[in-house]
């Protein structure tokens, strides 16, 4: 504690009266200021690790207990061009790996909850008590010694995107006739559940649906997460799948990605959010971000923007983990 609080005094004492925007120049992104964090973020690295997808590191993952990581849900799905086949996932702790599975999912977070099997990881020390103000000092880590993402609080927990249950398809004749499914959006609720081009929904829960707007009217009247059955007629066969409804996580229409480099696939669609302005890259996500205590203060879900980088509060990350396991509990997995 006393090398901590030496190290944050320093810390503050470098930091320039007038912060100017994020730039690899100034004392906020220095290799100075980074080796000064060192002490602080030593507790978090513990709590981080690389989660492969068939042995590739593809994204940053969060120890949320000594056998679960929580991680990006988007980044561990394989995509269409990357055939049917289940990926094997797991895990790297520096020189360590470990086999792992995921157990549960939140298409509203983007998150995925693994098991891995043989570790005994530390979980993230939570923040508690006072909230964090706009104008905080932040870091990310990766398990690296100093952090390598620097950056300050722009906005405390806030709603990023209306609420609204999303399917995830888009119509072949949008503006009415029966429910042709054109295409399936990627990440999205109806592509998990194996609904592609060419289905035509015609019962949505209980109700049966004739025509598109009256599916559009069936998806309005419920919430994200809510669990439905979806009805569908693929080439003379009938076929019903259960899945749990998202949000709308389709990329914002935006030209930065040619100017800044890549945002994350999914990077809308959050309800509670923190932002901050470190810049990142989209498999930077999915770690811990701490504030001058050591202390984890949310888990990092989307680089929205140039200096636009969503973080899920750690009182929410807390309370998702406590939701997915009872959910899988009820669902009949063992600890």
């Not at 190290?7 to 080796?35: C, D, E, F, W, Y």
Request: with cysteine; hydrophobic share 40%.
């Amino acid at each position: 504690m006393i090398q901590r609080a030496i190290a944050l005094a320093t810390l503050l004492a470098a930091m320039p009266l007038a912060l100017p925007g994020q730039s690899i120049r100034n004392l906020t992104q220095g290799s100075t200021v980074r080796k000064l964090w060192k002490p602080i973020v030593a507790d978090a690295n513990r709590s981080v690790v690389e989660v492969c997808v068939n042995e590739r590191a593809m994204i940053l993952g969060t120890v949320v207990g000594e056998d679960l990581v929580l991680t990006k849900l988007s980044e561990i799905t394989p995509r269409d061009d990357e055939g049917d086949d289940e990926p094997a996932l797991s895990i790297d702790q520096g020189e360590r790996s470990w086999p792992c599975v995921q157990i549960s999912a939140d298409r509203t977070t983007d998150l995925a909850l693994l098991r891995v099997t043989g570790a005994s990881l530390t979980p993230a020390r939570w923040k508690k008590g006072s909230a964090l103000k706009p104008g905080s000092f932040l870091a990310s880590v990766d398990g690296s010694d100093s952090p390598f993402g620097l950056g300050i609080l722009a906005a405390t927990t806030y709603v990023h995107t209306v609420p609204r249950a999303f399917l995830g398809i888009r119509f072949a004749n949008p503006n009415g006739g029966e429910a042709l499914i054109d295409d399936a959006v990627e990440h999205g609720a109806a592509k998990a559940a194996g609904i592609r081009g060419g289905d035509v929904i015609v019962q949505f829960d209980e109700q049966k649906i004739e025509d598109t707007e009256q599916l559009r009217t069936a998806i309005r009247a419920c919430k994200p997460g809510d669990k439905v059955s979806v009805t569908f007629i693929r080439d003379d066969e009938t076929i019903t799948v259960e899945l749990n409804l998202g949000t709308n996580s389709s990329p914002m229409r935006s030209d930065q990605e040619s100017v800044w480099g890549e945002l994350s696939d999914v990077r809308s669609g959050f309800q509670r959010v923190l932002q901050h302005d470190t810049v990142l890259k989209p498999e930077d996500c999915g770690g811990p971000i701490v504030d001058l205590s050591g202390e984890v203060v949310g888990v990092n879900v989307a680089r929205a923007g140039r200096i636009e980088t969503l973080a899920l509060p750690s009182e929410d990350v807390q309370a998702l983990v406590a939701r997915m396991l009872k959910e899988e509990k009820e669902a009949g997995g063992e600890r």
